[in-house]
């Protein structure tokens, strides 16, 4: 994953000085049309459609007598097909169901990317589950990485139902994560995924992890998020330790490490649930 800023037209001034609008570096949008094919062979892909009437792919795995069904989110400079090996294993490590959806602009997804396209893409999936699969708001969990940490606490601060959220490596907003803290109030019009305007209002348990040796999204970004929750009226309520990772970035976090992080806070939430 990596972090550029673009000109947006119109939107900077003309000394080419401001940036306005975080790119979406994604790979060939062709390059993961065979392995989600593949997956419609096992009948896990679907198409779902935005608000904005885009059409976009989704990965449905399903797992018999799973307690949640989990919304993911990827990072940036990846795509859904790229995901799939880490998807069986977050379905099989964790024994829940699994559905990540795609980014407009992405993979095969109609559109562009931008913000307003991510925001309406996790809506699509979270109108999918609890309407269309009839999925109870209290069975799911909405994972984000990097990039995807965006939408999810996004659709996390406005959905109060949902069982848990989980942030691995995530990004206060786009300005803060490239800039600092500083320049997200001078160029706070420019800003984009004010996650730390937002993850005061999850009324759920909140899993975050960070590489402490991360330089892509620094760890203060993770442990400013953090702070911000524990000063929620009901925190003592949702409380949940984050796991700030020693010697990592943002690369190369330890996938079985975090799927582990994953699997005790899916039992953390049943426990809860049974109180």
């Not at 997200?184 to 348990?205: A, E, G, H, N």
Request: charged share 20%.
């Amino acid at each position: 994953n990596h972090y550029i800023f673009t000109h947006r037209p119109g939107s900077y001034d003309p000394m080419g000085a401001i940036v306005s609008a975080l790119a979406f570096p994604h790979p060939p949008r062709d390059l993961s049309i065979h392995a989600l094919q593949e997956r419609e062979n096992h009948n896990q892909l679907l198409f779902l459609t935005t608000t904005s009437n885009l059409r976009i792919p989704a990965i449905h795995i399903q797992k018999s007598r799973a307690k949640f069904t989990i919304i993911y989110s990827h990072g940036n400079a990846e795509d859904v097909g790229l995901s799939l090996n880490y998807l069986d294993a977050m379905s099989r490590y964790c024994q829940c169901s699994v559905l990540s959806y795609e980014y407009p602009g992405y993979s095969i997804a109609e559109g562009e990317p931008s913000e307003d396209g991510c925001y309406a893409a996790i809506d699509a999936a979270y109108k999918f589950l609890t309407a269309d699969a009839g999925v109870d708001p209290g069975k799911i969990v909405v994972v984000g990485r990097s990039l995807g940490t965006g939408p999810t606490v996004d659709l996390c601060s406005r959905t109060p139902g949902v069982a848990g959220c989980v942030l691995q490596s995530p990004l206060e907003s786009g300005i803060r994560c490239a800039l600092g803290f500083v320049s997200s109030y001078t160029l706070y019009p420019l800003d984009i995924f004010r996650s730390y305007q937002k993850v005061d209002k999850i009324k759920c348990p909140v899993l975050i992890m960070h590489g402490e040796a991360d330089e892509v999204v620094p760890c203060d970004n993770g442990r400013a998020l953090y702070k911000t929750l524990t000063e929620r009226p009901w925190h003592s309520e949702v409380a949940y330790d984050p796991m700030w990772i020693p010697g990592v970035g943002h690369n190369n976090m330890p996938e079985q490490q975090c799927l582990e992080n994953c699997r005790r806070f899916m039992v953390f939430l049943k426990e809860r649930a049974r109180k």
